[in-house]
Each structure stands twice: as C-alpha cells, then as structure tokens.
C-alpha cells in the first residue's frame, strides 16, 4: 500500500482491488467490490418490506379481534 494525499488528506491506495482514480471516485476491479454497494440498500428494502407487513398483520388480527369480541357482545344482547 501506498499513501496519496488528495487535497491535504491523506489515502492509502492499494495495488491489489479498488483503485482511487479522482478524488472521491473508485475503479472496481473485481465483483466482491460492488457487493456491499448492492447488498446493503437491497437489505434495507427487504427488512423494511417485512417490517411493513409485520406491523400489518398485527394491525389487521387485532382489528380482527375486535370484531370478533363486538360480534360476541351483540349475539349476547340479541339473546337476552
């Protein structure tokens, strides 16, 4: 590894993978470079999505519950 200073900070480059070509720009070299550019906002999504429907199915089974109990209540007054 080698260190560069791109505007007064300093960098090290190495000559192995991604290579800094400008000032905040990289050169991929190999796939495993690009995984975690792909990877992470594609997790974030999917966590989100199942958080979503987590909340959802949870909402809607309590409001499912609800009805129940209310459809219980009047079956017990129309009987009395």
Do not use: N
């Not at 070509?21 to 199942?50: E, T």
Request: hydrophobic share 40%; aromatic share 12%; proline share 2%.
């Amino acid at each position: 590894m080698a260190g560069v200073a791109l505007g007064g900070i300093e960098v090290a480059v190495s000559t192995e993978g991604s290579r800094i070509l400008k000032r905040g720009h990289m050169q991929m070299d190999h796939w495993s470079d690009l995984f975690p550019i792909i990877f992470f906002p594609f997790k974030i999504i999917v966590l989100c999505v199942g958080m979503f429907f987590a909340i959802k199915w949870h909402y809607d089974q309590d409001k499912k519950k609800q009805k129940e109990t209310v459809d219980r209540r009047r079956e017990c007054t129309k009987s009395e």
